[in-house]
T-cell receptor
Framework: GNSVTQMEGPVTLSEEAFLTINCTYT??????LFWYVQYPGEGLQLLLK?????DKGSNKGFEATYRKETTSFHLEKGSVQVSDSAVYFC???????????FGAGTTVTVRA | NAGVTQTPKFRILKIGQSMTLQCTQD?????MYWYRQDPGMGLKLIYY???????DKGEVPNGYNVSRSTTEDFPLRLELAAPSQTSVYFC???????????????FGQGTRLTVV
């Protein structure tokens, strides 16, 4: 079935540093790809998504491009802030059995 | 919009007790899910449902039961609570995707459960 492999953390950065979190996927067909974010003490919320190859999802300064050739969907932000401290999950739906597959999550801490 | 609402937010159970975690959504979503998240770990799927009257097991169903009598509600039942069930539980819902899969999921705020 469909699955994702996500770079594990934790990742600690200084404010204004560049952030990359790697995500690669295995899938039948070309499902939508998602990045979710979980702020401390909260549930997951959708950060961005891409629905087809070469699509770029973006939100809150974060970007990720759906790369069919490398089966990747890496998350990037050019200048992180303390408020970006959170756990980030890569995810994709399973076309045939209705399940969502999540990566293990990457904990990001941004220091002032 | 309320979205996905979970109750309670916190609960402490004694070993052997039982309880029901409530989940309701007001978005008319067909698909609903229960996940657990252990400290420092990712999400593990407990049960899911593709519509009223239909439920199926996820990765870690043992010790849990679910029902889906309406589109809106998807309660999770813990029977004979054990320390291994100490976790944060998340309910989520989604619509079917265009290709027969699902679209993005909307999550509740979570229930933090401690079994002592």
């Amino acid at each position: 079935g469909n699955s994702v492999t996500q770079m594990e953390g934790p990742v600690t950065l200084s404010e204004e540093a560049f952030l990359t979190i790697n995500c690669t996927y295995t899938a039948t067909g070309y499902p939508s790809l998602f990045w979710y974010v979980q702020y401390p003490g909260e549930g997951l919320q959708l950060l961005l998504k891409a629905t087809k190859a070469d699509d770029k999802g973006s939100n809150k300064g974060f970007e990720a491009t759906y790369r069919k050739e490398t089966t990747s969907f890496h998350l990037e932000k050019g200048s992180v802030q303390v408020s970006d401290s959170a756990v980030y999950f890569c995810a994709l739906p399973s076309i045939n059995d209705y399940k969502l597959s999540f990566g293990a999550g990457t904990t990001v801490t941004v220091r002032a | 919009n309320a979205g996905v609402t979970q109750t309670p937010k916190f609960r402490i159970l004694k070993i052997g007790q039982s309880m029901t975690l409530q989940c309701t959504q007001d978005m008319n979503h067909n698909y609903m899910y229960w996940y657990r998240q252990d400290p420092g770990m990712g999400l593990k799927l407990i049960y899911y449902s593709v519509g009223a009257g239909i439920t199926d097991k996820g990765e870690v169903p043992n010790g849990y039961n679910v029902s889906r009598s309406t589109t809106e509600d998807f309660p999770l039942r813990l029977e004979l609570a054990a320390p291994s069930q100490t976790s944060v539980y998340f309910c989520a819902s989604s619509l079917p995707g265009a290709q027969g899969g699902n679209t993005e999921a909307f999550f509740g705020q979570g229930t933090r459960l401690t079994v002592v």
